[in-house]
């Protein structure tokens, strides 16, 4: 798994809100904005003053969600959910509603014994299971959905000054992060193909690189060594036309030293 930050802090950024700030809690941006719609996938956004929640089908806030999405958009909370990529359990009211409701419940689990639930294995209802897909929610609360990894590899990228490798992500981000990569998108090289990136290969072996090749058949000594399969890997990462490409190669610097 990819390496989760030990310590996260609630975040408010700008946005057209009553107040011109909202709460985005523990979410890391960026986000996927919503298509027909309003606010971000997988995000509930609260107004940093009001403390209201914004309904990402019309924009408008209100203190609890599930009354307004059932009587103007005819969604139940399960598919206003579903639709906009939360998670089962997240509620659809704000911090102040929530806090009031729990200290009701606490006091009805305190004095009534059949208010008090046990823990039931398989639960349909704890969180996204039974067959219903992850949620975006639960990879915007660790900066690993679909935007967030396109971000980060090109903030690295920015910051090398190429395209990084699979060894740069797996010192930056650790080796989980490329787990992530490979199941979710097949391979690196095609992520690196969706988010416009020339696919830089790994050399595990800094022995071998592209100008220890070169040197090698720019020098004057004849060679019918075979190359070991270390050699192999990494000739034909550098040079996918193989010994014909390296030759044009060679043979372009020759002439660049006679002239």
């Known amino acids: 798994m990819p390496k989760y930050p030990k310590k996260i802090t609630l975040r408010k ?55 307004h999405i059932s009587h103007k958009h005819n969604l139940n909370a399960e598919e206003y959910k579903m639709k906009f990529g939360l998670l089962v359990s997240t509620a659809l009211k704000s911090k102040k509603m929530r806090l009031a409701q729990s200290k009701i419940m606490q006091g009805m689990r305190a004095s009534h014994p059949k208010h008090c639930y046990k823990f039931v294995k398989n639960n349909v209802w704890a969180g996204n299971r039974k067959d219903k897909p992850k949620a975006v929610e639960s990879r915007n609360k660790y900066g690993v959905c679909d935007l967030q990894i396109a971000e980060r590899i090109r903030n690295l990228a920015k910051e090398l000054g190429k395209t990084p490798t699979l060894t740069d992500l797996s010192e930056r981000y650790g080796a989980g992060f490329m787990t992530l990569l490979n199941s979710r998108y097949g391979s690196y090289v095609k992520l690196c193909h969706n ?42 990462r550098y040079f996918k036309g193989g010994i014909k490409e390296l030759r044009k190669i060679v043979n372009k610097i020759k002439a660049r030293n006679e002239i």
């Open 195 to 236: 988010i416009g990136l020339e696919a830089n290969y790994s050399n595990f072996n800094p022995k071998y690189s592209r100008e220890y090749f070169i040197e090698k058949a720019s020098s004057n000594e004849p060679s019918t060594r075979i190359l070991t399969i270390n050699e192999g890997r990494a000739f034909y």
């Open 13 to 67: 950024m700008k946005y057209p809100s009553p107040s011109g700030y909202v709460n985005i809690g523990k979410y890391i941006p960026p986000f996927e904005k919503v298509v027909n719609g309003f606010g971000f996938i997988g995000v509930v956004i609260e107004d940093y003053g009001s403390g209201k929640i914004m309904c990402n089908v019309c924009g408008k806030w209100f203190e609890q969600l599930p009354t």
